[in-house]
């Protein structure tokens, strides 16, 4: 399976459990008067629909390079990115303002056996951040990191809402908005994050050099072509879940130039096959001094 399917495939799962989180919180939040359980769900339910435009961007993505997109689809990803943290910044907007207002107004204490929910709950969010975070890390796909991180805050905001409703419960009169106030510092927690996943993003849309690690597997596996001397310069970026390289290559001056050409593909191929996530690479040849 490449790393596309794979990416695809752990997109539906988080869908799925998204969509069965978000009405187990939401119906808990409700029977068992907890705001920051409410707010979980409401996080849930925005974490459906950033995993359905994940799923879209990971399949446009795959459509190959045509005439107007020569080098792929792939920056579709990073713009997918943007919007998820979108729905981060609205989802964390939504529940501080909600927390504010249920702050400055009197309720019951929540339920005790929603804290029983909201363990189940933590321990499978914090699994579903593990799984997808793997598989990220696998495909070299931001959009799915992302997505990742939507499981993590999810994870965060339920642990406070947990803190908050033990608070509620243990203290009783007096204390009955403890929840909502873990609600709140949840929602500062999203919006933080929200910035370390936009970061990255911005910088793959730009072209930004964030790629040190492959430069250098690029270098030592060059050195391993016959006819390649050493390389020079090596500018990465990338597109999607694959990296395009330009390499200068230095060669023996001396050669023909049906050689060095010759070179030159010997060292492409020997890349790509050594390093299966480069897209392309273009090799210009340079003569030894």
């Not at 694959?242 to 050669?255: E, F, M, N, T």
Request: hydrophobic share 45%.
């Amino acid at each position: 399976m490449d790393n596309e399917q794979k990416a695809i495939q752990t997109t539906y799962i988080s869908i799925l459990g998204n969509t069965s989180l978000a009405l187990i919180k939401g119906l808990a939040g409700f029977f068992g008067n907890s705001y920051a359980l409410i707010a979980d769900a409401i996080e849930s339910t925005t974490d459906i629909f950033a995993s359905l435009l994940v799923l879209f961007g990971l399949k446009y993505a795959k459509r190959p390079a045509d005439e107007n997109h020569p080098y792929g689809h792939g920056k579709i990803e990073p713009i997918i990115t943007f919007i998820v943290v979108a729905f981060l910044v609205v989802s964390a907007a939504i529940i501080a303002y909600e927390s504010v207002e249920n702050i400055l107004t009197p309720h019951k204490s929540p339920k005790s056996w929603t804290l029983l929910v909201l363990a189940v709950i933590i321990l499978w969010k914090e699994f579903s951040y593990q799984m997808v975070i793997k598989k990220s890390e696998e495909t070299n796909s931001s959009s799915l990191k992302a997505d990742a991180w939507h499981h993590r805050s999810d994870a965060i905001t339920s642990v406070m809402a947990f803190i908050g409703i033990s608070i509620a419960l243990i203290f009783g009169d007096g204390y009955e908005t403890a929840d909502d106030w873990a609600a709140l510092f949840a929602s500062g927690f999203i919006l933080y994050n929200s910035y370390l996943i936009f970061r990255p993003a911005l910088g793959e849309i730009m072209d930004e050099h964030l790629y040190d690690e492959l430069k250098e597997k690029i270098r030592e596996k060059s050195n391993q072509v016959n006819g390649i001397i050493d390389t020079e310069k090596c500018h990465i970026r990338k597109t999607g879940m694959r990296y395009h390289v330009d390499l200068h290559a230095i060669v023996d001056g001396q050669i023909t130039v049906k050689e060095g050409h010759d070179i030159a593909h010997d060292l492409k191929d020997h890349l790509k096959k050594e390093i299966p996530n480069l897209a392309d690479v273009l090799i210009h040849v340079e003569p030894a001094v």
